[in-house]
């Protein structure tokens, strides 16, 4: 059964404090390469955090709250400050999960020192334990900045959503042996440049498996492979919170229909007068 958390002012923690319990780090995501499957979800809120906090070994604050929480058409419109607050609230919702933030376009691709600067700033403002970030080749020296002053980081190759006008779309990548040559390359100069783990997102499978089996470090697929090293997807396309996802995503409830069914249910009993009912009221 649920509980419901209040956030304490004073403390800012989730109360009741949920069980605590050790968070993961790092290294122990790590060390997990080739062995048991790495879980991650993306969170945004702390409540969601606070549900899939015990499940998962990771949460990503994605950016693709641009379009799962504000609406956007992308996630080029998402900005730090969003990230930040998200992320704020993530970490504090969790006690066991890595959480990861994405840092979003326009903040880290210009120099090192502008990934730096804001990576910085995301780590500071919210507890976070690293970044993701997008990019194959082109971003391996900004990775090795990052990763040599602290910042842990995880890259994310192949369909690259902030690329998305580049790209041309959201389809799977990789389907030509040029295209598959390339993302390997990018996903070798990621973990090469010291990408604690890997996002490989939307390519043909034995892609997938050739990444795997060709970085030193944990790859976690999202319309990838069942053979790469974990999993992750965008938490609400799982629960069913939407009528159309892409093709990998498994729903595993029906989240939609289950809240439509409610406020029905609700909006029929305040109209006919049977909410609130003497249960939900105060006597003097
Ligand atoms: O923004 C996001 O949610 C992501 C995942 C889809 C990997 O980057």
């Given at each position: 059964m649920s509980t419901t958390f209040t956030l304490d002012?004073?403390?800012?923690?989730?109360?009741?404090?949920?069980?605590?319990m050790r968070r993961l780090t790092v290294p122990a995501i790590q060390k997990r390469k080739g062995g048991e499957p790495i879980v991650m979800l993306t969170a945004y809120t702390a409540r969601m955090a606070q549900l899939m906090d015990a499940h998962c070994d990771m949460l990503l604050v994605g950016d693709s709250l641009g379009q799962?929480?504000?609406?956007?058409?992308?996630?080029?419109?998402?900005?730090i400050d969003m990230m930040i607050a998200h992320g704020a609230a993530v970490v504090r919702g969790s006690y066991h999960s890595v959480v990861i933030i994405d840092m979003p376009?326009?903040?880290?691709?210009?120099?090192p020192e502008q990934a730096f600067a804001s990576a910085a700033r995301i780590m500071a403002e919210t507890g976070a334990a690293g970044v993701k970030l997008e990019g194959g080749e082109a971003m391996a020296e900004t990775v090795a900045f990052l990763t040599r002053r602290g910042i842990p980081v995880v890259g994310h190759v192949g369909l690259t959503p902030q690329a998305v006008n580049a790209l041309g779309g959201y389809g799977a990548r990789g389907r030509d042996e040029a295209e598959q040559a390339k993302i390997l390359a990018d996903a070798r100069a990621i973990a090469d440049a010291g990408a604690f783990s890997l996002v490989v997102e939307g390519v043909v499978e034995p892609l997938a498996i050739a990444i795997t089996q060709g970085v030193g470090v944990p790859v976690i697929g999202i319309g990838a492979s069942?053979?790469?090293d974990g999993q992750v997807l965008v938490a609400e396309d799982m629960l069913g919170m939407f009528d159309r996802t892409a093709r990998f995503v498994k729903r595993y409830d029906d989240m939609a229909g289950r809240i439509s069914a409610a406020v029905e249910r609700y909006a029929g009993e305040v109209r006919e007068r049977a909410f609130p009912g003497a249960e939900q009221l105060y006597s003097i």
């Open positions: 002012t004073a403390t800012s923690r989730a109360n009741p404090t949920p069980k605590p799962v929480i504000y609406g956007l058409p992308s996630t080029l419109s998402v900005t376009f326009g903040t880290y691709e210009a120099s069942a053979q790469c």
